[in-house]
């Protein structure tokens, strides 16, 4: 699939969310983060609102679930028409099953990990999913600084992926700058989420093509 950039809405302008997705130029996906305040010390926004983007663009909604008891609430985004659906494995109590559930729906399947989480129990299940998301801040705020102690994890799963022969994305979210998404691709990451770093600049879109040139760059 090559490199893809999905810049998170958490930091636009959440009353004007359809033009805000607009102007994200030739980014691949939209990454929604959804937070329940029990997972994660934050509050963000729930399926309607999901529902409601996904029928104002065309661009392919990732949604990160930063929420209690997925099994229970995951299936939902799938079924709405997302394209990814990225449980958090600290939460997930019947992983393998909701992952096929998502499946089932036509959802890519996606796993995320905390940054104490480790990826090595996920190599076997790696036939299971679509995606593992290697957090690269502690999930439930935007504008973090990147930590670099993830880079080793996402190695690793890089080898994992590469040694099973699957078309899994390792994607990266937290911190993901200029300054840092060279060290990400160079590490394995091949999705690429930015919140501040595609929000907070002034051209949205020239942000997102230039965090492609980078990563593009030092992947290898
Ligand atoms: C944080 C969210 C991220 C957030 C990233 O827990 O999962 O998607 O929007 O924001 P930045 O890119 O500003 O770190
Ligand atoms: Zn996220």
């Known amino acids: 699939m090559g490199i893809q950039i999905a810049p998170s809405v958490l930091s ?3 009353a004007n969310l359809e033009s805000e997705i607009a102007r994200l130029g030739d980014a691949d996906l939209v990454h929604v983060d959804v937070m329940d305040n029990h ?7 729930g399926l309607p609102v999901v529902e409601a983007i996904l029928a104002r663009t065309d661009r ?3 949604c990160h679930l930063m929420i209690d008891d997925p099994d229970r609430w995951a299936p ?4 709405a028409g997302a394209h990814n659906v990225t449980f958090h494995a600290e939460a997930a109590a019947a992983p393998v099953r909701l992952a096929r559930e998502l499946r089932r729906h036509g ?5 995320g990990l905390r940054p104490a989480t ?6 076997d299940l790696l036939p299971e999913i679509d995606l593992l998301l290697v957090m690269t801040v502690e999930p439930g705020f935007g504008g973090q600084a990147f930590l670099d102690v993830c880079l080793p994890k996402i190695r690793r799963a890089r080898e994992l992926v ?3 022969g699957l078309d899994v994305w390792i994607q990266v979210d937290g911190g993901v700058s200029a300054e840092t998404i060279e060290r990400c691709a160079d590490a394995g990451a091949d999705v690429f989420v930015a919140g501040s770093a ?14 492609r040139e980078l990563a593009a760059k030092a992947a290898h």
């Not at 997972?39 to 926004?45: D, E, K, S």
């Not at 939902?76 to 079924?79: D, G, I, K, R």
């Not at 959802?107 to 796993?111: E, I, N, P």
């Open 60 to 62: 392919p909604v990732d």
């Open 198 to 211: 595609v929000y907070g600049a002034e051209d949205a879109a020239a942000a997102v093509s230039d965090l």
């Open 162 to 164: 590469s040694r099973s």
């Open 107 to 111: 959802a890519r399947a996606g796993v």
């Open 39 to 45: 997972f994660v010390p934050n509050l963000t926004l």
């Open 76 to 79: 939902a985004y799938a079924e």
């Open 12 to 14: 636009s302008d959440f």
């Open 118 to 123: 480790p990826v090595e129990p996920w190599a």
